[in-house]
Nanobody, 124 residues
Framework: QVQLVESGGGLVQAGGPLRLSCVAS????????MGWFRQAPGKEREFVAA????????RYSDSVKGRFTISRDNDKNTVYLQMDSLEPADTAVYYC?????????????????WGRGTQVTVSS
């Protein structure tokens, strides 16, 4: 089993940066792809970014490409989401998830463990 705990959320002004962290428990972390998803009020949860087990491959949604960067440190069992040039539309609860595959998968159905989320609010 994998347990995931997100941190780093908060209130930030538009244009500012924020970095989210997700610490995972369990020995299999370094063999699994990881992803970040978000859910805004009244909307369905959507894919944000994913990274392969080695960090060598990443994938982003069109809405965050060029502004967000996903990375991981397998020695620390941690995956990060660096968010730059934040926009009010980025306001959401952000979730970390671990994939059933070692690749950077985009589909939610390929993720079987989820954190409880961290709130990100971007003010205009």
């Amino acid at each position: 089993q994998v347990q995931l705990v997100e941190s780093g959320g908060g209130l930030v002004q538009a244009g500012g940066p924020l970095r989210l962290s997700c610490v995972a428990s369990g020995r299999t972390f370094s063999r699994l792809g990881m992803g970040w998803f978000r859910q805004a009020p009244g909307k369905e949860r959507e894919f944000v970014a994913a990274i392969s087990w080695s960090g060598g491959n990443t994938r982003y949604s069109d809405s965050v490409k060029g502004r967000f960067t996903i990375s991981r440190d397998n020695d620390k069992n941690t995956v990060y989401l660096q968010m730059d040039s934040l926009e009010p539309a980025d306001t959401a609860v952000y979730y970390c998830a671990s994939s059933i595959y070692p690749t950077a998968a985009g589909g939610q159905k390929t993720y079987n463990y989820w954190g409880r989320g961290t709130q990100v609010t971007v003010s205009s």
